[in-house]
């Protein structure tokens, strides 16, 4: 008697779980009436490292082995019950492959995509598995072996990764693009190579700040405080005389590559001829969600004062077009920048369904 039941040898915590098994009360009966072909495959299971279960009979009673219990989660014991109900929520995908097993089609499948149970809660979970027919001495069908092993992480590190790349692509391109319109309107704006280059190099910078801000956060997206407060950090002479407030918004790349190239050009003709030109004047930069016209409406205000009287400009170069045109076009809403003889004073209006998306349009 304890002969017949040698084929459990060596198999782990489960083979002593399938001895203890009331076997008896189960259609596939004691231990020892089990026909060959299933002790074989049951021993070969138990002692493998790789998650693997027996599904046997027109009943599909279940059989796995210790690396399977990962497979299966939280689920109710799975020994002795048909597969059918172990994987009840996901019969309808695994069923038809099942069949084909019984029938004799071994399958092989990459990734298969399930929402499976195993927590309390539904979960999409991926597997890579194949279901190999088992046949008895007469060369019948009488179950399968599926051997499986989870690959979600995986799956989802590929996916993770093929977002970033794309991200880095489109940044990259996003990039390229300013830097060309930079170096193209500065030397048009400018007189000398030194001046040129005094200009090329401050607005190279305002970019690289914002992109260290994009890399730090680790997404396609970046948090307009940071964006505020590194872009115009260089600017504050003292925290009395530059006032930052208002509450967390997350930008797209592209609206806080804009933002802080627009808040650099502010920062720089305030230094040089605004507020931040004598011992006294004062910038205010405030931003706010809701008000006071709609729920949706974002705007964000530059406010200089205590500065000397301001003149308008005589002529518009490329920070006049990206405070006045780009930054508006790139949060789809709509700016305006006044020249008040007492100081400064800048409006950006949007709604806040549109920021933080990745390509919007202009509102006009």
Not at 233 to 241: C, G, I, N, V
Request: with cysteine; glycine share 8%; proline share 6%.
């Amino acid at each position: 008697m304890a002969g017949s039941v040698h084929f459990l040898d060596g198999g782990g915590e489960m083979a002593k779980s399938v001895r203890a098994y009331d076997w008896h009360a189960s259609v596939l009966g004691p231990l020892e009436t089990w026909p060959p072909s299933l002790k074989i495959a049951v021993g070969m299971m138990l002692n493998s490292t790789f998650p693997k279960c027996i599904v046997w009979g027109p009943e599909l009673i279940t059989i796995h082995n210790d690396a399977f219990l990962p497979i299966l989660g939280d689920k109710p014991p799975a020994l002795g019950r048909p597969f059918s109900d172990v994987w009840s929520e996901a019969w309808e995908e695994i069923g038809p492959i099942a069949a084909r097993a019984r029938a004799g089609e071994a399958t092989f499948i990459e990734d298969f995509p399930l929402v499976v149970d195993r927590h309390g809660y539904p979960e999409q979970a991926y597997f890579t598995f194949c279901y190999s027919p088992i046949r008895d001495e007469g060369g019948f069908i009488r179950g399968f072996m599926d051997t499986v092993i989870e690959t979600t992480g995986t799956v989802e590190a590929r996916r993770q990764a093929s977002l970033l790349n794309a991200e880095l692509e489109h940044r990259i391109k996003n990039t390229l693009a300013v830097i060309s319109a930079i170096v193209s309107q500065t030397l048009r704006a400018t007189e000398s190579d030194s001046e040129a280059r005094s200009a090329l190099q401050e607005r190279i910078q305002a970019m690289a700040q914002a992109q260290s801000l994009l890399t730090r956060a680790s997404t396609a997206e970046a948090n307009i405080t940071d964006v505020v407060q590194g872009t115009t950090a260089p600017f504050k002479l003292s925290e009395e005389r530059f006032h930052i407030s208002g509450p967390p918004v997350m930008l797209s790349s592209k609206q806080a590559l804009t933002l802080s190239l627009a808040l650099h050009e502010l920062s720089t003709n305030a230094v040089k001829y605004g507020a931040l030109s004598n011992a006294s004047g004062v910038v205010r930069v405030d931003w706010r969600v809701g008000r006071p016209s709609s729920e949706d409406e974002f705007r964000l205000t530059w406010i200089e004062s205590g500065g000397p009287p301001v003149v308008a400009p005589t002529r518009r170069g490329f920070g006049s077009r990206i405070i006045e045109a780009v930054l508006p076009q790139d949060f789809a809403g709509e700016a305006k920048l006044t020249a008040d003889p007492a100081g400064i004073r800048y409006e950006l209006r949007t709604r806040m369904s549109k920021i933080g998306e990745r390509d919007v349009q202009s509102a006009g």
